[in-house]
């Protein structure tokens, strides 16, 4: 399978390069996950939905693949802890819950979200509260090597002083020059030599109850601190692919490299990746600002900006006919369009078994299943790969009207190619096939209780076989009877 070379854009050097693990059939991706004391937006699950679909394609490829994806539990404070709160805390105190219950509440409604995306769970989700003892290690080695220093309890990571050997700036290319001068006036009310310079460990306030020993005080990590323990304790100093939103490019992965960088002296991600934000009303949906949609509100449908449901499959289709690296504004027209694409493409290929078969093929299944791969090994283009997999759309149509002919090994390649593609690459399900199925049944069911009405009728249990039509109605179930037997309607 692994003929086909795939090419990662790397956020690093900005160029698309040539993937090669570091480890021959393996590969280490850590993503960085949600700080749980919100639901996740629809914009949160289009990232999470970005790296559903890498970590698809390296198995789909024949790879072994760690994915570590975190849960952030504590520590995601607002300007580096120098005003605002936790946000865990705060909710805590909003809905009277303890920390660790808002941490639950909303860990769940992660998952059970991810779940009906049907994306697939990591392979180590870590959360940064079971993992203090690594992050107060690593703050240890990164004074030992004197890339940090301790003011009042709280440790800070000395960016001047690393960037005498070091290049902070060169993920997000920013300049540090630039960030002095743009920052200057706010140095005088903080314990940081430089404003620049981050949190590795803070000094927690009396109120602040989410709290750890530590040798320089009782407190709790910086954020920035928690990837950067569980990235390498359970990938390696040094690992293949590292995640995230585009938003998270600096600080959050600049500070990871710095880290990193000054306790381990090695680069520890080999291939940045960044996927673009979801945009509403063209700007970026996001929750402090109000301007989001909630997955559960697609799929019901209760939000004014819907004009109907949205199935997760739909959703995520419309997600997936944009490039990862693209922005990606949402409406429910785009989104219309995207189910009407979604059911065309799903009828083509339940089509595909009842096509006549030929001695050769007209049609050039290889080449096509080519160029599906293709798509997907250049930087995972999945619109690319959506437009390929419409092709069959058109093929059907073709050999069914005998314009076009396949072979009986055609016919296997191109159902079989078909079917990795919609649904273990791009994890999409096949629900209209699933209701009709159940409608199916429904049917089948009803069928069964006129027979036992009719029968009823029969032996003139009259009481038997009103009660039959009149539950029957009360559920919405119609029943008609006619000259040719009775009929049924759903209403
Ligand atoms: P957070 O819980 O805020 O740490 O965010 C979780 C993930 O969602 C991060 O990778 C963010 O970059 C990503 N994210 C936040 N807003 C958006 C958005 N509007 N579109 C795409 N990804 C987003
Ligand atoms: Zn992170």
Redesign the pocket.
């Known amino acids: 399978m692994k003929q086909h070379e795939l090419f990662i854009y790397n956020s690093l050097s900005k160029k698309k390069e040539k993937f090669t693990p570091i480890h021959k059939d393996a590969v280490g991706m850590y993503v ?4 749980v004391y919100s639901n996740v937006h629809l ?2 699950c ?3 939905l970005s790296f559903d679909l890498v970590f698809r394609y390296l198995k789909h490829l024949g790879y072994k693949v760690r994915y570590v994806r975190n849960i ?1 539990d504590a520590g ?1 404070l607002e300007n580096d802890g120098e005003s605002g709160d936790d946000p865990i805390l705060k909710k805590a105190r909003i809905e009277q819950l303890e920390p660790m219950e808002v941490v639950q509440k909303y860990t769940v409604d992660f998952h059970t979200i991810m779940a009906k995306f049907n994306a697939l769970p990591p392979s180590i989700e870590p959360t940064a509260t079971g993992h203090i003892y690594e992050q107060i290690h690593i703050v240890e080695k990164i004074i030992e090597e004197g890339f940090a220093y301790e003011k009042n309890g709280s440790v800070y990571f000395d960016v001047l002083k690393f960037n005498e050997t070091n290049n902070y700036g060169k993920l997000s290319g920013r300049q540090l020059e630039d960030m002095i001068s743009n920052t200057r006036e706010l140095a005088a009310q903080s314990d940081k030599k430089n404003p620049q310079d981050f949190a590795l460990w803070k000094k927690a306030e009396p109120q602040h109850i989410m709290r750890w020993p530590s040798p320089w005080s009782e407190g709790f990590p910086g954020w920035h601190l928690e990837c950067t323990a569980m990235s390498t304790k359970y990938l390696g100093n040094q690992f293949d692919i590292h995640g ?5 490019k600096f600080p959050h992965h600049e500070c990871e490299i710095a880290q990193a960088e000054a306790c381990n002296h090695t680069s520890p991600v080999n291939y940045w990746m960044h ?5 509403l009303n063209g700007k ?3 929750k402090s600002t109000g301007n989001y949609i909630l997955p559960n509100e697609m799929f019901t449908g209760e939000n004014d900006i819907l004009s109907k449901p949205f199935s997760p499959t739909v959703t995520k289709f419309f997600m997936y006919q944009a490039h990862y690296r693209s922005i990606l504004d949402f409406s429910s027209e785009a989104l219309e369009a995207s189910e009407k694409g979604f059911n065309k493409l799903m009828d083509a290929y339940r089509m595909l078994p009842e096509l006549n078969t030929s001695e050769k093929s007209s049609i050039a299944v290889e080449n096509w299943r080519n160029a599906c791969y293709d798509a997907m090994n250049d930087d995972f283009n999945s619109p690319i790969l959506i437009a390929n997999l419409f092709e069959i759309v058109k093929f059907v149509n073709l050999l069914k009207d005998g314009k076009e002919t396949i072979s009986k090994e055609d016919l296997v390649l191109l159902k079989q190619t078909t079917h990795d593609f919609l649904f273990d690459v791009l994890g999409l399900e096949d629900n209209v096939s699933e209701s009709s199925q159940d409608e199916e049944k429904l049917s089948a069911a009803i069928e069964l209780l006129i027979q036992l009405r009719n029968t009823a009728r029969a032996n003139k249990d009259f009481a038997m076989s009103d009660k039959i039509r009149d539950e029957l109605s009360a559920k919405g179930i119609q029943l008609k009877d006619g000259k040719d037997g009775t009929t049924f309607s759903l209403n």
């Open positions: 960085c996950g949600p700080t914009g949160n289009r990232t999470f952030t995601h995230g939103g585009m938003d998270l996927a673009n934000m979801l945009t970026k949906m996001s």
